[in-house]
């Protein structure tokens, strides 16, 4: 005698017949995470230490706590090796600082290689003096590259070394998920496209 299938056998064997490949992609797309993740965390350990030693023509003495306070000034031209920005080997650079305390100005050109830490420039006078031009400019690619801390040494052979006290937040942060300096994903950043001359753009209609 042929026992009847009840509803609920059925269900079950369906599902039993698929729960394997439910746990592979599952499995599939958490590993893959996870490796995204790993991979992001160790990027962002790598980001709070920086530095390099140059050879080259020059002299410099400088030390920054924060780009906004300095002290020391210089200029040198040099080959480097180092760690720069998520980047390990060698470039040419061109350097100049100024620091006395209430202005700060780190100045870097780089050839044969990807960003170092950029510029900044920091005059705290022009506040209040009027003088055209703005207190701060920088062109670091993350939000709290402000928070580092720095010192260059150079005559002829010299050492530059960073701790970059706003990436040990973000590692931090990371570790739970967040990405204050939002450099998890692709770095650096594409560019943006740029913003139409003013010349391009349409004309008023009378
Ligand atoms: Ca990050």
């Not at 530095?51 to 306070?69: K, L, P, R, S, W």
């Not at 009027?130 to 928070?147: F, I, M, S």
Request: negative net charge; aromatic residues 12%; hydrophobic residues 40%.
């Amino acid at each position: 005698m042929t026992r009847r299938r009840r509803p609920h056998e059925s269900r079950g064997r369906t599902w039993n017949r698929f729960w394997p490949v439910a746990v592979l992609l599952a499995a599939a797309l958490v590993g893959c995470n996870a490796d995204e993740y790993s991979k992001a965390r160790f990027r962002d350990l790598g980001d709070i230490v920086r530095g390099h030693v140059m050879a080259g023509a020059g002299i410099d003495a400088h030390v920054e706590v924060t780009t906004f306070v300095g002290l020391g000034f210089g200029a040198y031209h040099a080959d480097a090796w180092g760690w720069g920005d998520r980047y390990f080997g060698p470039w040419n650079e061109t350097v100049s600082d100024f620091g006395v305390v209430w202005m700060n100005d780190h100045n870097e050109r780089i050839e044969g290689g990807p960003r170092v830490s950029g510029s900044h420039d920091f005059r705290f006078f022009r506040a209040f003096d009027g003088r055209k031009g703005p207190v701060y400019t920088t062109d670091a690619l993350r939000r709290a590259d402000w928070l580092t801390l720095r010192a260059t040494a150079f005559l002829f052979v010299g050492v530059d070394v960073e701790l970059r006290l706003g990436e040990v937040l973000d590692f931090v942060a990371g570790l739970f998920g967040q990405d204050p300096s939002q450099d998890d994903g692709e770095w650096p950043p594409p560019a943006k496209p740029a913003e139409p001359a003013a010349d391009d753009a349409p004309a008023a209609a009378p």
